[in-house]
């Protein structure tokens, strides 16, 4: 979607390595949050942020970090990837609960 | 916690009949309620949502949904599919005081037949 992409689109990694995935938002939205999307489960909230250095696990938290040290940028990093965490990961922007969120178009983690 | 249940996980349909997606979701206070549609490989795209006031809410594409506080329900309904339409239909609520955050439904996949 125009202002929020995702970085890398596709990544194949090896079990036990670290791997950080990007969100760029041009929109100024103060909330990001990354989901996981599973058949049969939905998206599940992994982390989100609700301003410059202020984050907060979700739902599905374990084997994952986030950072976020500007307004714009929101990386999460799988410390130690596992077969588990092959997903496809979405970025969120909101500005407001009224409005709802904007997604990104998702990265496709595969990890073997 | 929040739960929000859609009903059913796959609903074909044949082109230009009605369709119904079910969803339902828990919750005793106010909450704010959306639909989301997902094409093939790509991100969610919002639908439609109900904030308050009138409970019959139109979206894109010829949706609407209709919000029920006593069956707390909120059902999104088109009166004639298009093949383009075949998609993943998330339902997903935002409840106050939760940092606003959402809870998502697993999901409805439509499949619009010939």
């Known amino acids: 979607d125009a202002g929020i992409t995702q970085s890398p689109r596709h990544k194949v990694t090896e079990t036990g390595t670290p791997v950080t995935l990007r969100c760029h938002q041009t929109?100024?939205?103060?909330?990001m949050y990354w989901y996981r999307q599973d058949p049969g489960h939905g998206l599940r909230l992994i982390h989100y942020?609700?301003?410059?250095?202020?984050?907060d696990k979700g739902e599905v938290s374990d084997g994952y970090s986030v950072s976020r040290s500007k307004t714009e940028d929101f990386l999460l990093t799988l410390e130690s990837a596992t077969s588990s965490q092959t997903s496809v990961y979405f970025c969120a922007i909101s500005e407001d609960s009224n409005y709802g969120y904007t997604f990104g178009s998702g990265t496709r983690l595969t990890v073997v | 916690a929040q739960s929000v249940t859609q009903l059913d996980s796959q609903v074909p349909v044949f082109e230009e009949a009605p369709v119904e997606l079910r969803c339902n979701y828990s919750?005793?206070?106010?909450?704010?309620l959306f639909w989301y549609v997902q094409y093939p490989n790509q991100g969610l795209q919002l639908l439609l949502k109900y904030l308050s006031g009138s409970t019959l809410v139109k979206g894109i594409n010829g949706f609407e949904a209709e919000f029920n506080k006593s069956q707390t329900s909120f059902h999104l309904r088109k009166p004639s599919v298009h093949i383009s339409d075949t998609a993943e239909y998330f339902c997903?609520?935002?409840?106050?005081?939760?940092?606003?955050?959402?809870?998502f439904g697993t999901g409805t996949s439509l499949t619009v037949i010939p």
């Open positions: 942020s609700y301003g410059v250095k202020d984050t």
């Open positions: 997903a609520v935002s409840p106050p005081n939760t940092g606003n955050q959402f809870y």
């Open positions: 929109e100024n939205h103060r909330y």
């Open positions: 919750s005793s206070v106010s909450v704010y």
